[in-house]
């Protein structure tokens, strides 16, 4: 498709290095402070290690409460397991879509000591009619992420929403995210609709890609671009240099916006203070995930 209007690019964003976990090193992409600019994405963590002491303490039990989190697998392989009783192994191209509701408790651990392990993990609100729902968890394997290639190259893997009429693995209501892990060749482009109003980032992770229409913005690798609700816009226009020598990768997001308070304490995200004390609470005294 030809974009009319694509959208133009409002600010970049260098992510923050941190540690998460039992001392798992990443980069905190998307922060707490662009969770109302970004609603209803709260998070974006990226990591990606060869070296073992980077991620081998993995995620130990924990809990989370009122929102999704979604995790994509470049490399590596963990192992999932929670209070509900589910058993996942994610693995390179795989996708974990779990949704915490009233309370989950699980744990991601690393099934290996040696190699590369790298991938993303995004937190998704849920609305306050949501919140309390029972939690749930689905494995995706990397067959089950439906991928198209276009005539240009370019390669999109759709793991959330819809895209070029192709529908992905997971859909939402609601905040009806999309969610696109998209390969660009040297020297090609895609424009792919997105829908008005909702909000929307691109985090380049390899290469580097133009973004935006008659005056693109470069965005270099590991920079997350928070593209404009520009009124009139139909999409997004990504375009690789041709000067590159290997492609570029680019993961887009965008969700409807819930406009809706945002209380955060750690693993818990509600909309009032009461709701994070009763979170904490039932936490402590054993409750959160009955």
């Known amino acids: 498709m030809d974009l009319q209007h694509p959208r133009s690019v ?17 980069t905190r992409v998307l922060t707490q402070p662009l969770q109302r600019r970004l609603d209803p994405f709260l998070m974006l963590d990226a ?25 994509i697998m470049l490399a590596g ?21 779990m949704t915490a509701g ?5 744990s991601e651990m690393p099934e290996q000591t040696e190699g590369r392990m790298a991938g993303f993990q995004l937190w998704v609100n849920l609305a306050a009619k949501d919140k309390m729902t029972a939690p749930a968890y689905r494995d995706v394997p990397p067959a089950g992420v439906p991928q198209l290639t276009l005539d240009s190259g370019v390669t999109l893997r759709v793991i959330a929403g819809e895209a070029q009429g192709v529908t992905g693995a997971v859909t939402r209501p609601t905040t009806e995210p999309l969610v696109l892990d998209i390969t660009l060749p040297p020297g090609t482009r895609l ?29 270099e690798n590991q920079l997350m671009a928070i593209l404009r609700n520009d009124p009139g816009s139909d999409g997004v226009r990504l375009a690789a240099p041709a ?13 409807r916006p819930l406009n809706e308070p945002i209380a955060q304490h750690g693993p818990f995200v509600m909309n009032t203070t009461e709701e994070i004390y009763k979170a904490v609470a039932d936490y402590q005294r054993g409750a959160l995930a009955t």
């Open 10 to 26: 409002e600010r970049t964003v260098r992510g923050q290095p941190t540690s998460d976990g039992a001392g798992v090193k990443l």
């Open 47 to 71: 990591f990606g290690s060869d070296t073992a002491g980077d991620y081998i303490g993995g995620f130990p039990e924990h809990p989370h409460r009122g929102f999704e989190t979604v995790t």
């Open 77 to 97: 392989r963990m192992r999932h397991q929670d209070s509900v009783g589910n058993v996942g192994l994610l693995e390179p191209g795989s996708v974990q879509w």
């Open 102 to 106: 009233r309370g989950i408790i699980h």
């Open 191 to 219: 424009d792919t609709a997105l829908p008005v109003g909702h909000n929307a980032f691109a985090y380049v992770f390899g290469g580097a890609v133009d973004v935006g229409g008659e005056a693109p913005t470069r965005v």
């Open 243 to 255: 000067t590159l020598t290997e492609p570029a990768r680019v993961l887009l997001v965008a969700g």
